[in-house]
């Protein structure tokens, strides 16, 4: 990532404001980089502006000492947001997101340093630009003829890392290098533990049983694995583990639910959780109880993995290189026979969800689970 501002006199921001994406799996990947934040700067006041529900899911960090909860969308949305966090004061706005409007914000907000990617035609609102990876200049795409200038798929966590680091170069502090990130992390507070236990009593599980959570979900239906699939999976889990599954996803997504559970054989005694009040705080305790999770590309892979949970993911058409984390992890895709200088994006029928075979997501859920009684299951 190449620095296109002119050399800035070093200086400490002593308040500090992050600008999170919007995204469930998107904010947990921002947090080693809320780690390097506070490590580095650990006196400043730190705040995070989000988008409803990521402040409950970053609840209890250590990394963030205020929220400022808002929408930062629509004709309004910058200057509502800009007036909540403007009597802060902030002295440098690290945005993690890539949209005008949120740099629209911190602009408004008068902050400033604003540190950001050059993206999306914002770069004049930015005082320190960070240009994103172009396939045509990164390998292996740059092997590639289809779509030589968008964006490589650089992992989140990585490309949210060099925002951090372009701020502790700004204050003339060395910088650590990518291989000492670490892991992404959560907080599972006692409210959220207490919700998750609520929830579980709905659905009717013991907290102390085995269990997989399953999510046939996702923000695009192209990226969902069928829902018979997971049946059948959860079946196979239960009849060979004994590792009861429930299934897990938003509130628009119950009919996805509901097919995944009904699809299940008289015995399996699956079980959904939307229907048992889930929200985004209890799922971190019911995710940090569970043996596995089996999951699309959406934002529970990442709970899951900031607990230290055992995670097959399922990609397609999406390339799973976007969103790399360090997890003990199976990733699976559509696609495994595709050039390594291709993204997946660009090869939707090729790349297909459907195209991943159950056997392959049965022997991965087998690799995770095998080993002994409670094997691959965190600590409560």
């Keep these: 990532m190449t620095k296109q501002s002119p050399h800035i006199t070093p200086f400490r921001p002593t308040r500090i404001l992050v600008v999170m994406p919007s995204w469930v799996g998107d904010a947990v990947m921002a ?10 700067f650990p006196g400043a006041l730190i705040g995070a502006l989000v988008r409803p529900g ?33 009597d802060r004061r902030y002295e440098a706005a690290v945005l993690l997101t890539n949209s005008f ?28 630009r960070l240009s994103a990876a172009r396939r045509r200049d990164t390998p292996p795409f740059d092997r590639s003829t289809t779509d030589p ?23 003339g502090m060395s910088v650590p290098g990518t291989e000492t990130m670490g892991g992404m992390e959560l907080t599972c507070s006692e409210q959220d533990d207490c919700a998750a236990l609520e929830v579980l009593a709905r659905a009717g599980v013991e907290p102390a049983s085995r269990f997989a959570v399953l999510n046939p979900g996702g923000n695009n239906p192209a990226k969902r694995w069928a829902p018979n699939r997971f049946a059948a999976l959860a079946d196979h889990l239960w009849r060979v583990h004994g590792v009861r599954s429930l299934v897990s996803g938003s509130p628009d997504e119950s009919e996805v639910i509901d097919g995944v559970v009904g699809g299940c ?55 799973p290189r976007w969103t790399t984390i360090p997890a003990r992890e199976a990733v ?3 696609g495994p026979t595709l050039p390594e200088e291709e993204v997946a994006d660009d090869h939707p029928e090729r790349c297909r969800i459907d195209g991943i075979e159950s056997a392959r997501v049965t022997a991965a859920a087998d690799g995770m689970l095998g080993g002994g009684e409670r094997a691959g299951c965190p600590a409560r």
Excluded: Q
Aim: positive net charge; contains cysteine.
């Design 54 to 86: 990521i402040d409950g899911l970053l609840a209890g960090s250590a990394f963030i000492d205020e929220f400022h909860v808002e929408h930062t969308g629509g004709v309004m949305g910058p200057k509502r947001s800009a007036a909540k966090v403007r």
């Design 149 to 171: 200038s968008a964006w490589a798929p650089v992992p989140a966590c990585r490309y949210y890392w060099g925002l951090g680091a372009r701020v502790l170069e700004l204050a």
């Design 265 to 319: 054989a008289e015995g399996t005694n699956a079980a959904g959780l939307v229907s048992a009040g889930v929200t985004l705080s209890s799922l971190k305790g019911i995710v940090r109880r569970s043996c596995l999770m089996v999951t699309n590309d959406t934002g529970p892979r990442h709970i899951a993995a900031a607990f230290g949970v055992p995670v097959v993911s399922l990609f397609g058409p999406t390339d």
């Design 332 to 334: 699976i895709t559509a």
């Design 31 to 40: 947090t080693p980089t809320l780690r390097l934040l506070r490590e580095s």
């Design 101 to 128: 409007s949120t740099a629209l914000t911190t602009r408004l907000a008068g902050i400033p340093r604003r540190v950001g990617y050059d993206r999306d035609g914002r770069g004049f609102l930015l005082t320190d």
